[in-house]
C-alpha cells in the first residue's frame, strides 16, 4: 500500500521550466521502480522518464536532455524537472511506483505548456 501525491504542474510558456515533486508514503519498503508517465489529450499513457531497480534511469526520446529524473536521499521524494518545455508535453502527469510487482498511482498534475 503506498501513496503518491504529485505536486508542481501548472502553466508555463514554451521554453520554460517546472519541477514536479512526488512524495511518496504509506508502505513504502521495498519499491522497486519509480517513475513519471504523462497522458496527453487523445493519446495513451506513455512512460516519461523513470529509475529501474538498480537506480539507473530511462526516459522516453522525446524528453532526453531537456527532462531530469532525480530523488532524495531517503528514496522517498522523485522529482521531474523539466527544462524546454513544448506545447507537446502538455499531459497529466502521473507519478508511480511499484511494490511487490503492484503499480501504484498519483491522482496525476496537469502540466500545460501555452503561451
Known amino acids: 500500500q503506498v501513496r503518491l501525491v504529485e505536486s508542481g504542474g501548472g502553466l508555463v510558456q514554451p521554453g520554460g521550466s517546472l519541477r514536479l515533486s512526488c512524495a511518496a508514503s504509506g508502505s513504502i519498503f521495498a519499491i522497486s521502480t519509480m517513475g513519471w508517465y504523462r497522458q496527453a489529450p487523445g493519446k495513451q499513457r506513455e512512460l516519461v522518464a523513470g529509475?529501474?531497480?538498480?537506480?539507473?534511469?530511462n526516459y522516453a526520446a522525446s524528453v532526453k536532455g531537456r527532462f531530469t529524473i532525480s530523488r532524495d536521499n531517503a528514496g522517498n521524494t522523485v522529482y521531474l524537472q523539466m527544462n524546454s518545455l513544448k506545447h507537446e508535453d502538455t499531459a497529466v502527469y502521473y507519478c508511480n511506483a511499484v511494490q511487490s510487482r503492484v503499480s501504484y498511482w498519483g491522482q496525476g498534475t496537469q502540466v500545460t505548456v501555452s503561451s
Open positions: 529509475f529501474t531497480n538498480l537506480g539507473s534511469t
